[in-house]
Structures are given as structure tokens and as C-alpha cells.
């Protein structure tokens, strides 16, 4: 366990649906980092909140959007979903000055079919 | 045009054999990252740098900074280290993250 929660870990769901990821941090952690990895595209950086404020933001689609919460648990809302946006969506957290950079959650998977 | 190049694409090694990665980057950078994906799908943040050398382990990661450059080895491989190892900048303009597309490292026992 790597302290970064994740759920669901798999979500089966049709196109035009809309879904909700969540994510817990690992405790003291204030940074939370969204990433998709597809098949055809890698690992691409999608988004990310520092206590509760958005700091930087990546190819996230606009049918996409995220929030970090006053208790640091952060939700990315992916809408109108298309068969393309089937991916493993990452969500890793940080703190300032730890050596070994991020912490990954295990993922949620999201087939749209 | 790909920020951020792995070389090699695939990797297989005895057991026991060093084993280096290397990254190559085009943009200017205020960090280094270095993960390994394992085939189950979880990904490990190995090292981060802005300079220098860290050394964990069996691992070490390099940087050069001028050159843009960093490489990650492996001392003693082990089958355990077989898994997919990312290359990956925070650039220094936008915070932004680009992504090698990995080396896949395979090590026999």
C-alpha cells in the first residue's frame, strides 16, 4: 500500500456516460497529480492541486475536470465519454522535499464501451 | 517531436549484468523523474533529480544537467527488476510533465 488511495480500481461504462475518480493522498501530502496512460499515448500529465488550488495543467479535456477538497482528497470528473477515453487514470501525490518524488496510487481502470 | 527520448526501447539482460537506461530531454527542466511500471500496472517513483547522482540501493540515476541528459542504472539485475522504466521532466515554463515512452527491461534468471 502506497498510501495514495484510489477508487474505484475498475469502472465499466458506456460512451456519453459521466464518471468520478477519486483520490485520497498520502497523509501530510498536499500535492495531487492526475495522469492518463492509454495505449496509444503513454503517460500524459493531466492536471494538478496544491492544497486545494489548481497549479498546473496538462492536455486534460475540456470534458474533464478535477477539484482537491478542503480535506486534500482530490475527484476528476471525466463527461461525454468516448471509447478513446478508455485508459488507466493515475493519480499520485507529493510533498515538499521528499527525495524520491511522487507517490502513485494503483489506478483506476475505465473501459468505455 | 517527442520532449523527452528513452534509449533502448527494449532491454533483456542475464541476471547478475549492469544495466543502464538512458533519457535524453529538449526542454529546460526543473526536475528529472524516474519510475518503473511494473507488468501488474503500478508505477514506483524511483528517483527524482535536479542534479547530480542519487544512489538507492542497486540504483543509481545520474543527471547532466548541461547536456540534458540523465541515465538510470541497474547494479547486479535481478528478474525482480524486470518491468517498464519511464523517463519523465517537469519543465521549468508551465510546470509541465512530458513522458518518455519507456524501456522495457527484461532479466533472466
Known amino acids: 500500500d502506497s498510501g495514495v488511495t484510489q477508487t474505484p480500481k475498475h469502472l465499466i461504462t458506456a460512451t456519453g456516460q459521466r464518471v468520478t475518480l477519486r483520490c485520497s493522498p498520502r497523509s501530510g501530502d498536499l500535492s495531487v497529480y492526475w495522469y492518463q496512460q492509454s495505449l496509444d499515448q503513454g503517460l500524459q500529465f493531466l492536471i494538478q492541486y496544491y492544497n486545494g488550488e489548481e497549479r498546473a495543467k496538462g492536455n486534460i479535456l475540456e470534458r474533464f475536470s478535477a477539484q482537491q477538497f478542503p480535506d486534500l482528497h482530490s475527484e476528476l470528473n471525466l463527461s461525454s465519454l468516448e471509447l478513446g477515453d478508455s485508459a488507466l487514470y493515475f493519480c499520485?501525490?507529493?510533498?515538499?522535499?521528499?527525495?524520491?518524488?511522487?507517490?502513485f496510487g494503483s489506478g483506476t481502470r475505465l473501459t468505455v464501451v | 517531436k517527442n520532449e523527452v527520448e528513452q534509449s533502448p526501447q527494449n532491454l533483456t539482460a542475464q541476471e547478475g549484468e549492469f544495466i543502464t537506461i538512458n533519457c535524453s530531454y529538449s526542454?529546460?527542466?526543473?526536475?528529472l523523474h524516474w519510475l518503473q511500471q511494473h507488468p501488474g500496472g503500478g508505477i514506483v517513483s524511483l528517483f527524482m533529480l535536479s542534479s547530480g547522482k542519487k544512489k538507492h540501493g542497486r540504483l543509481i540515476a545520474t543527471i547532466n544537467i548541461q547536456e540534458k541528459h540523465s541515465s538510470l542504472h541497474i547494479t547486479a539485475s535481478h528478474p525482480r527488476d524486470s518491468a517498464v522504466y519511464i523517463c519523465?521532466?517537469?519543465?521549468?515554463?508551465?510546470?509541465?510533465?512530458?513522458f518518455g515512452t519507456g524501456t522495457s527491461l527484461t532479466v533472466i534468471p
Open positions: 499520485a501525490s507529493s510533498t515538499q522535499g521528499n527525495n524520491y518524488g511522487y507517490t
Open positions: 526542454v529546460g527542466i526543473s526536475a
Open positions: 519523465a521532466v517537469r519543465s521549468n515554463t508551465g510546470n509541465q510533465f512530458y
